[in-house]
């Protein structure tokens, strides 16, 4: 089993920065990869950015340039950076890990509002 704790997530004016972080324990030698998505209101929840167990990233092209993730092993945590933040990108954000099963944190609300 692995359990996923989030934190980081509020309201920030558009332009500004978040930094999420999910901190993972359990069996956290299965892990493979482990990555943010995203559910906006009404809408399917999406990809975000991915970090492999080899430190290989990935990210949606809308978030490209803006935010970053990155790992600390030796904290067990996956980290969302998040730059120039938009209005668009206001949604839960979920974390998840793969290992033989998926895990999901319980998300956390980013709103980013004047």
């Known amino acids: 089993q692995v359990q996923l704790v989030e934190s980081g997530g509020g309201l920030v004016q558009p332009g500004g920065s978040l930094r999420l972080s999910c901190a993972a324990s359990g069996s956290i030698f299965s892990i493979n990869a482990m990555g943010w998505y995203r559910r906006a209101p009404g809408k399917e929840r999406t990809l975000v950015a991915t970090?492999?167990?080899?430190?290989?990233?990935n990210y949606a092209d809308s978030v490209k340039g803006r935010f970053t993730i990155s790992r600390d092993n030796a904290k067990n945590t996956v980290y969302l950076q998040m730059n120039s933040l938009k209005p668009e990108d206001t949604a839960v954000y979920y974390c998840?890990?793969?290992?033989?099963?998926?895990?999901w944190g319980q998300g956390t609300q980013v709103t980013v509002s004047s």
């Open positions: 998840k890990a793969m290992a033989m099963s998926t895990y």
């Open positions: 970090i492999s167990s080899a430190g290989s990233t």
